[in-house]
């Protein structure tokens, strides 16, 4: 009998292929939607985006990859099976999209109010995203050792609300307002991903449904501006494709100054992705593959590190679709094609080129139909008891969707834009001071109205005081409710006027509602626990 060790395996089965394509258009419509927003909506200079930030991004794909092939290797090898299939890695979609919506298209504009030329701000910005990657993996490598311990401390409802919120809010309705900008290529090409991948409808082709929505759509784009039909049509004026190496590079080191304004949405982007990733272990491991959630963060952790040295901005994550890809037949094989095709792509400008040609319109409609997933899933994944408080944190995410809009100099002027944020109507704070405020730090406010409700619900009054006056913290520090336009953090003792009444009346709204709360815990069976089948009455 053969030992495990002794089993001769194959680098590629048939199944590997059906991978190697789900996870590509993955990984190339997220790093479309970056380039398509940066170029698109901000101006960002595509030479930066494509010779400076996309080579070290798939450089962190390549990576990740690989190290993923080998531990899927090891496992089959290990326990002598032939079916183990390796965890799928990529781009995370929420967090890339964000950084480039919330993070480096702000921060370019910001950069060139300040004076910069737009080469200069590019830079700057480059370096932003770089160090941000740094920030992330950082704290992604500390949380690898107490995973256990993020998941006891915060409630799913808690950790999956808050990025349900800004996939809804900022992933779903923004990309949605960019397909429809090219209403029959936008709408045509999300109701074809809806038809393939939520009806789990039949194409006459056999290939895989998001691969064809792409074609089909981009011909459609293409060929509706040919005819003079498409509203804005341009040919895309592609940049110079070179070999670009991703060395590692200190520049991140330059941007880190920059990065202290983004902390309340950096570091929950990288505590997010570590509960991803303890999450898609369990369900490797559910579905026969018992890899050890610790090496799979630290391998995410590394990779995106790697990505940030060497110039990268969007960070790898491991892809909750192992089983699914288990179920293609993949094995191993599919995350070294993948990771190959990704890394050496970028580096030869062979995805650069394929980004330029894909049209927002036909990316932005894949990120609607994510965002919806990613909403469906927290719903799903989350004790019905809890969904309204996960609902309750979707709205700072609104104020942060409105702050985006009516603080874009195009909309409004800059000094209308400040008359608005102290001119008080007589009922109270200034209108529109207090969306702004409760905008910034959205991520870790919704985090904590949504822990501090969920609280209440399972009748723990003490730990939703807890979360509340660490929200109070938090706030005086500005890590959210910001009172400055762009969220910058500060010292209480230094505001002064209106800012230090938005302040200290935020922090007490906290404060007072947890003594409340605690108050309350004094009384004998304060809160009725509800079960998940009394909820659904």
Request: aromatic share 10%; net charge neutral; proline share 6%.
């Amino acid at each position: 009998m053969a030992t495990p060790q002794a089993t001769p395996r194959r680098w590629f089965v048939a199944g590997d292929l059906n991978g190697f394509f789900g996870l590509v258009v993955d990984n190339l419509s997220i790093l479309g939607f970056i380039a398509a927003a940066l170029i698109g909506i901000f101006g960002f200079p595509a030479e930066v985006v494509f010779a400076r930030m996309f080579p070290g991004t798939a450089f962190g794909v390549l990576v990740g990859n690989l190290i993923y092939t080998v531990m899927g290797r090891r496992l089959a090898a290990r326990t002598g099976r032939d079916d183990v299939t390796s965890m799928p890695l990529g781009l995370d979609a929420p967090t890339s999209i964000g950084m480039a919506l919330l993070v480096l298209g702000p921060a370019f504009v910001a950069f060139k109010q300040q004076g910069m030329d737009e080469q200069a701000a590019a830079i700057a910005t480059w370096q932003l995203g770089m160090a941000s990657l740094v920030v992330m993996g950082v704290l992604k490598f500390i949380l690898s050792f107490a995973g256990d311990a993020v998941t006891r401390l915060i409630p799913r409802a808690g950790l999956l609300g808050s990025i349900a919120g800004i996939a809804l809010v900022l992933m779903g309705f923004l990309p949605l307002v960019e397909a429809l900008r090219s209403p029959v290529v936008g709408f045509v090409t999300l109701g074809l991903l809806l038809y393939v991948l939520i009806a789990k409808g039949r194409l006459p082709v056999r290939l895989p449904g998001v691969f064809v929505a792409f074609v089909f759509g981009t011909v459609l784009y293409y060929s509706l501006g040919a005819a003079g039909l498409a509203p804005g049509f341009h040919w895309p004026e592609l940049a110079p494709l070179r070999l670009v190496l991703p060395w590692p590079t200190l520049g991140f080191i330059e941007g880190l100054p920059s990065t202290v304004p983004y902390l309340p949405l950096l570091l929950p982007f990288g505590l997010l992705m570590v509960v991803g990733g303890i999450n898609v272990s369990e369900s490797a491991r559910a579905a026969g593959d018992d890899y050890r959630t610790r090496d799979i963060l630290l391998a995410e952790a590394f990779s995106t590190l790697v990505a940030g040295f060497c110039g990268g901005v969007a960070q790898t994550t491991p892809y909750i679709g192992q089983p699914a890809y288990k179920h293609m037949g993949a094995r191993t094989g599919y995350t070294l094609l993948t990771g190959l095709f990704i890394g050496l792509g970028g580096m030869l400008g062979l995805v650069s080129g394929l980004v330029q040609w894909l049209p927002l319109a036909v990316l932005a409609p894949i990120i609607v139909y994510v965002a919806l997933d990613i909403t469906t899933q927290a719903f799903q994944a989350t004790p019905r008891r809890h969904a309204t408080a996960m609902v309750l944190g979707f709205l700072p995410s609104v104020a942060y969707m409105l702050a985006i809009k009516v603080g874009n100099p195009g909309w409004i002027a800059p000094e209308n834009f400040a008359r608005l944020m102290t001119t008080s109507d007589g009922h109270g704070l200034p209108e529109m001071a207090v969306i702004i405020t409760l905008g910034n730090g959205f991520i870790i406010t919704a985090m904590i109205w949504t822990s501090a409700v969920a609280a209440m619900v399972d009748g723990r009054l003490l730990r939703a005081s807890a979360f509340l006056l660490a929200g109070a913290a938090l706030t005086l520090f500005g890590l959210i409710h910001s009172v400055h336009p762009q969220g910058g953090i500060y010292w209480p003792w230094t505001l002064e006027g209106l800012p230090r009444v938005l302040s200290w009346q935020f922090a007490g709204a906290y404060v007072a509602l947890a003594t409340l709360l605690a108050l309350l815990s004094l009384q004998r069976d304060a809160v009725p626990v509800a079960s998940d089948q009394d909820a659904a009455h």
